[in-house]
């Protein structure tokens, strides 16, 4: 699946055992041109840097179309064209707070009766950003291209612990198959990856709360409570690593997929079918 020539944009790619980050590195080892985009102005250049390709790391709020927009137009002037968008940034976390979105990841565990601030932060850190880099992407991205938006197993059935998330990363499901159809016209594909479970910081985050919060949890390390929620959910056994999310997001970009469009894929381990 060599991508060589292709440029690939990725949206909050910078945290290097990020998913975004390994997208990178499965885009980089096929040859394309790699875009990191992050809110987190620390990271982005070494993210960028680290990567066996021809990379450049830019800081972007992937919710403002405006910020997109300029970031489109830079990656344009570096490499001449934009080909792949991947739609990755998204949860929450404490470097959200740098631009000021209420911020609190201890109302998102709750059932019910979470701050309308809460709620907006949600969608708006995990469906707004969809929105905004598709549609700053779309404007000048060459005809042929592919957008790849990361939901989650969240979007797939009840998130009874996360419910704004779950239903944010319901509406980028249905946003990519809208999208789907508005490009088709320019054969620019819009597919969907949903991730299951994986060690990041947005894991790390959610179980440091469980632990907190259950105490069937309390004795253990935040790292042996994700192991315990992975062994009892995933009929394939084990955790996804952020390349199996890559893997599908070459997939999705190459030639292979040229008549794959609106697609959604569960990479979980079978959690979804269970
Ligand atoms: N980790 C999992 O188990 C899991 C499961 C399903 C889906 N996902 C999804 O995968 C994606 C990546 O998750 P992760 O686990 O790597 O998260 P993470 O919190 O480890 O990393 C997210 C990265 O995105 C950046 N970011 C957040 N909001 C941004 C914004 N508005 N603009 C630019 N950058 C922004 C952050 O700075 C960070 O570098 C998310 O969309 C998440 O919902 C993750």
Redesign the pocket.
């Known amino acids: 699946m060599n991508l060589e020539n292709k440029v690939v944009l990725i949206?909050?790619a910078?945290?290097p055992n990020?998913?975004?980050a390994g997208i990178a590195r499965c885009f980089a080892n096929e040859k394309a041109k790699v875009v990191v985009?992050?809110?987190?102005a620390s990271?982005v250049d070494e993210t960028a840097t680290s990567l066996p390709t021809d990379a450049l790391g830019l800081v972007?709020?992937?919710?403002s179309q405006a910020a997109m927009d300029e970031a489109v137009d830079k990656t344009i002037d570096k490499f001449g064209g934009l080909d792949v968008l991947v739609n990755?940034?998204?949860?929450g976390?404490p470097?959200?707070s740098q631009v000021n979105y209420a911020n609190d990841p201890e109302e998102e565990v709750a059932l019910f009766g979470m701050s309308d601030a809460a709620w907006d932060a949600q969608l708006m850190?995990?469906l707004r950003?969809t929105f905004s880099s598709s549609s700053a992407a779309a404007a000048k991205m060459n005809d042929g291209g592919s957008i790849v938006n990361?939901a989650?197993?969240a979007a797939l059935g009840p998130a009874t612990g996360l419910p704004a998330y779950g239903a944010a990363?319901a509406g980028v499901v249905h946003l990519t198959k809208t999208h789907a159809m508005q490009l088709a016209a320019r054969r620019i594909r819009v597919n969907c990856i949903c991730?299951?479970?994986?060690w990041?910081?947005?894991?790390e985050m959610l179980a440091t709360n469980m632990k907190a919060q259950q105490t069937e949890f309390a004795n253990m390390s935040i790292r042996q409570v994700f192991e315990t929620v992975v062994a009892r959910s995933t009929p394939l056994g084990g955790e996804q690593t952020p390349e199996d999310i890559g893997n599908l997001a070459v997939f999705y970009a190459s030639d292979w997929a040229r008549m794959i469009t609106g697609q959604v894929v569960a990479v979980d381990g079978g959690i979804s079918v269970k």
């Open positions: 949206t909050g910078g945290l990020g998913i975004g985009t992050d809110l987190d990271i972007a709020d992937a919710a990755n940034a998204g949860v976390g470097t959200l850190f995990n950003t990361i989650s197993i990363k991730p299951g479970l994986l990041t910081r947005a894991w």
